[in-house]
């Protein structure tokens, strides 16, 4: 086995292990951002949950600075083109990577230019193998911070946790209620 992919395996055990032993969903997205920090150089990571077909709730967010997102808060896919593309795209159960410097994603793109976002990986979060239930997206100020290797590991991260995610970001929504 490579030193790569040792290293890759050890990523994913650990993130695995944290999540798992995580109460709430803001310590498991707590957890992922400081087991993938040092090596991505992460600035913000988030969970949204979809409430519908056309739109999805925040229901945590994890932030070096302020953040114009605030947990609880709802888009509607069709707000703009921008985050219709990325919701289609994640619905249809593929991953992206972008970088906001070479994709004008309209308002989306302007709200995380503001943040110091460079870069971002949006990955589905599925329960077992069905359909996509909700987001993972990593952001970072680097736009360099991730490549396509980057998304297959947090594609096999998000399938690892994602039965926890979708049980405590249920659980999360019903105490909201």
């Known amino acids: ?5 040792r290293k890759t395996e050890r990523l994913i055990a650990e993130v695995t292990a944290d999540v798992l032993s995580s109460e709430t969903i803001d310590e498991a997205l ?3 951002s ?29 932030a070096i600075g302020d953040s ?21 795209s994640v619905l249809a159960g593929k991953p992206m990577m972008f970088r906001t410097s070479e994709r004008d994603l309209g308002l989306l793109t302007d709200m995380l230019r503001r943040e110091g976002i460079a870069a971002a990986v949006v990955v589905p979060i599925r329960r077992a193998r069905a359909e996509p239930v909700g987001l993972l997206v990593l ?3 680097d736009r360099n911070a991730f490549r396509s290797k980057d998304v297959r590991l947090f594609t096999a991260i998000a399938r690892a946790v994602g039965g926890k995610l979708v049980s405590l970001m249920t659980s999360a929504a019903e105490n909201d209620v």
Request: aromatic share 14%; charged share 20%; net charge negative.
């Open 139 to 141: 952001a970072s100020s």
């Open 34 to 62: 400081l087991d993938l920090r040092t090596d991505y150089s992460l600035w913000r990571t988030s969970v949204w949950m979809f409430v519908s077909a056309d739109a999805a709730r925040l229901q945590a967010l994890w």
């Open 30 to 32: 707590e957890a992922i």
């Open 1 to 5: 086995m490579t030193p790569e992919a």
């Open 68 to 88: 114009e997102f605030e947990t609880g808060m709802q888009v509607k896919f069709s707000l703009t083109s921008d985050v219709e593309f990325l919701a289609t």
